[in-house]
């Protein structure tokens, strides 16, 4: 059973409206949440993170919140550009673990329109 | 230039061959990776590292073979390639708690 899930596998967007990529998960023991963006023949990179004990990290343009209850997390991209258009995905990591030994959803493709 | 690099980037084989993937990282990171990712799929874990000569199992291990004699080097083995294990390989590494650090992946196909 797929414990991470993004249940979109493509999302297209205009250039400079909201992106908004989303991530549920099922195991209550996952404690820290990452988004990477891997871009084609190229290896992920870490976008950024949230602890289970907030509700909101923003870094620049990103903004990843997370609903503990529902067990499901966003990636919220404003504005969206061009180069935003990538493969992103979210992983999971259990409590007391390294965040490389992450749960991976399939990932989503978004495409920003110029 | 700091960072990991993977070798070969490309690899095509034949069914039962051995294989090795090469990763080396210039960071010191103390945790190393292995992950494969499949078209369509996300990222699955197949072995990691805590450290020199400290290896474990990850998601989905069989038919690999990993070692860590040296900090920086985590090679990957696959001993008899089967057509299943056509993927894209991933190294990547990461401090205690940190995020993963990737290489840009190594593409193998195994007729």
């Known amino acids: 059973d797929q414990q991470v899930k993004q249940n979109s596998p493509s999302l297209s967007v205009q250039e400079g409206r909201i992106s908004i990529l989303n991530c549920d998960y099922t195991n209550s023991m996952f404690d820290y949440f990452l988004w990477y963006k891997k871009y084609p023949a190229e290896g992920p990179t870490f976008l950024i993170s949230?602890?289970?004990?907030?509700d909101k990290n923003e870094d620049g343009r990103f903004t990843v919140f997370l609903n503990k209850s529902a067990k499901h997390l966003s990636l919220h991209i404003v504005p969206s550009q061009p180069g935003d258009s990538a493969v992103y995905f979210c992983a999971a990591r259990l409590i007391n673990t390294n965040a490389g030994k992450s749960t991976f959803g399939d990932g989503t493709t978004l495409t920003v329109k110029p | 230039d700091a960072g990991i690099t993977q070798s070969p980037r490309y690899k095509i084989t034949e069914t039962g061959r051995q294989v090795t993937l090469m990763c080396h990282q210039t960071w010191s990171h103390s945790y190393m990776f292995w992950y494969r990712q499949d078209l369509g799929h996300g990222l699955r874990l197949i072995y990691y590292?805590?450290?020199?000569?400290?290896?474990d199992k990850g998601e989905v291990p069989d038919g690999y073979v990993v070692s860590r004699s040296k900090t920086e080097n985590f090679p990957l083995t696959l001993e008899s390639a089967t057509r299943s294990q056509t993927s894209v390989y991933f190294c990547?590494?990461?401090?205690?708690?940190?995020?993963?650090?990737f290489g840009e992946g190594s593409r193998l196909t195994v007729l």
């Open positions: 949230i602890s289970s004990i907030k």
């Open positions: 990547a590494s990461s401090e205690v708690t940190g995020e993963l650090f």
């Open positions: 590292s805590a450290a020199a000569d400290i290896t």
